[in-house]
């Protein structure tokens, strides 16, 4: 069974930075893509970034873009979202997500494996 399991999460003032991790059991991830979804108290859960595991290819949405990089860690099997110049609407729960396949989705159907979330607080 494929588990994923995020850690990384806090509270940071306004313009710090987080690391989220995300490390997914159950099996190796070479051939996935993994995402990084958010939701906000009272909002939709929206797409923030995803990687192809075997290509390397990203993909962020405009609000976070410049601001955070996504990557992995082939050897820890192991998906990193690092988040710098952090505001205050970034506050969310923050979710991995991961695929079979190649190309990158931004919708939340794209996605079939996903973890249990990390809060994410941002003070201003």
């Known amino acids: 069974q494929v588990q994923l399991v995020e850690s990384g999460g806090g509270l940071v003032q306004a313009g710090g930075s987080l690391r989220l991790s995300c490390a997914p059991s159950g099996r190796t991830f070479s051939s996935y893509v993994m995402g990084w979804f958010r939701q906000a108290p009272g909002k939709e859960r929206e797409f923030v970034a995803a990687?192809?595991?075997?290509?390397?290819?990203?993909y962020y949405a405009d609000s976070v873009k410049g601001r955070f990089t996504i990557s992995r860690d082939n050897a820890k099997n192991t998906v990193y979202l690092q988040m710098n110049s952090l505001k205050p609407e970034d506050t969310a729960v923050y979710y991995c997500a991961a695929d079979p396949g190649e190309l990158i989705s931004i919708n939340r159907s794209g996605y079939r494996y996903w973890g249990q979330g990390t809060q994410v607080s941002v003070s201003s």
């Open positions: 990687i192809s595991w075997s290509r390397g290819n990203t």
